[in-house]
């Protein structure tokens, strides 16, 4: 508590005790925007190309990006094959706004360990099952052919119906793949929502915009939704950044 110290004209210092001119408020929670990105794919979607992605962050006003790659990745600033949103939006906008920036994906061992785990999966279907892993190629190439269709628009992309459709394809994708694959989709997000939670309550007050592939993006905003941390509504967001833009898949 601030207290008021008045000195009298012969120099004495009186303490006023009791008396303050107002306590400071506790800080609000910090607020956390996930945004969902789509990697490589952003190079042919037309309504949410690389451009799009770098003008979504610059309008959201972050104070901290918490982005989908180690820390010797993000310190190296490595050029990324599947992730090329880094080196063509998001590495220059940390140049142009010197914006804080945490890293999500996890450190060694344990990156190696739930890497295993996905490459064990799938490895076990395709001896065991491979008529499965035909099945789920086939699904996987009419998924992504009708969200190519949809995803006019960054709302679009972050839709609570693009959430839905990516949460069913990994409960099936769990359910053919088995609990390893489980456990390591799991362990990844997990990691991810841990960084998140611990960069939010370092830095209350503060705006956090989160990048993630948009497959990930159901998972996380389920779970912090279900957290003391202010959850903003992307698809709003979007909406209200842009009016008359079409979002609603």
């Not at 996905?118 to 996987?140: C, H, I, T, W």
């Not at 088995?178 to 991810?192: D, I, M, Y």
Request: charged fraction near 25%.
């Amino acid at each position: 508590m601030r207290r008021l110290f008045l000195a009298c004209a012969m120099g004495v210092t009186l303490a006023i005790a009791g008396i303050s001119q107002g306590t400071a408020s506790a800080a609000d929670p910090a607020e956390v925007i996930v945004l969902s990105t789509l990697h490589q794919l952003h190079a042919q979607t037309d309504g949410y190309s690389f451009a799009d992605l770098s003008d979504v962050i610059e309008q959201l006003h972050p104070d901290i990006l918490a982005v989908e790659l180690t820390a010797v990745d993000l310190e190296s600033r490595r050029e990324q094959s599947t992730k090329q949103e880094y080196q063509h939006s998001v590495f220059p906008l940390l140049d142009k706004h010197n914006y804080d920036v945490v890293p999500l994906e996890p450190p060694q061992p344990l990156y190696d360990e739930l890497v295993s785990l996905f490459r064990k999966a799938q490895k076990d279907l395709s001896e065991q099952n491979p008529a499965g892993v035909e099945s789920f190629n086939l699904y996987m190439d009419s998924l992504f052919e009708m969200l190519g269709e949809r995803w006019v628009s960054p709302g679009a992309v972050n839709s609570r119906a693009t959430d839905i459709l990516f949460e069913s394809k990994h409960r099936f994708q769990s359910a053919l793949f088995g609990p390893e694959e489980a456990q390591a989709w799991q362990g990844w997000n997990q990691h991810f929502l841990q960084q998140i939670v611990r960069t939010a309550d370092a830095h209350p007050d503060k705006r956090i915009l989160v990048l993630v592939g948009a497959e990930h993006a159901y998972w996380l905003r389920a779970h912090l939704a279900d957290s003391e941390i202010i959850l903003l509504d992307t698809q709003r967001l979007l909406a209200d950044r842009k009016k008359g833009a079409r979002s609603d898949f």
